[in-house]
């Protein structure tokens, strides 16, 4: 958007400068016409008054340079770095430097997001420490199912409102489930049930702080036994 700017202020300042050109032109044909009457000392005031005018419009036309935004400064790339991406808003952790392609690996909450270096920054001020999860409005920080009158106990664990990310390893099983919830906002959806197992339980947290975290969701609930139990968490889109 900057160099858009620029652009288009290069831009304007030429077509001012084309157009006064084209005015001394037409007041130096004046001045000529004048010359070719004999009158030598009219025709050396006009040419001057010509230049003088001249400058003073260009003056006031021509668009100053766009002056350059100060950028925050950008940080140190190296594993473990608290960095700032400025596509997402988000401070997160460095999980892998740039590669080849000035792509760089930042862990931001539950998931691992690959992102351009020149997209890092230095985290703003505040941001040093990473904030506490935040229980969201009306949801208990740590979820019971729901009852019988809730609406989430009411989902149906059917094909076409349940993603089943077990098997999966962390990231993908994120990948999958940002997936669903695109698709699942676009089409209007209401509720979904994603089911990642008990096991050791890991795949289960990544899952629920990603839920935690994700602008799409209202609320969750671990699911009643008829949803899957623990092994499964029912969620409401907003």
Known sequence: LERRERELG???????????????????????EAQAANTSRAAEAARAAVTRAGDEAKARLTLPDAEP???????KLEPGARVYVERLGKTGLLAQVPDSRGR?????????????????????????????????RGTPESPRPPTAEDPLALVSPSGGHTLDVRGRDGDEAIAALEAY?????????????????????????RVRAYLDDSPYVARWAPGTPRQGGDGASVVELR
């Open 69 to 75: 935004v100060a950028r925050p400064p950008a940080p």
């Open 10 to 32: 290069r831009h304007a300042r030429e077509a001012v400068e084309a157009a006064v050109a084209e005015a001394r032109e037409a007041l130096r044909a004046i001045v000529r």
């Open 181 to 205: 919830l695109d698709r699942a906002a676009l089409s209007g959806q209401s509720h979904l049930i994603v089911v990642h197992g008990h096991g050791t339980g890991a795949l289960r947290k």
């Open 104 to 136: 760089a690996k930042v862990t931001v909450g539950a998931m691992t997001v690959e992102v351009a270096a020149d997209e890092l920054r230095v985290p703003p001020a505040g941001a040093d420490k990473p904030r506490a999860p935040q229980a969201r």
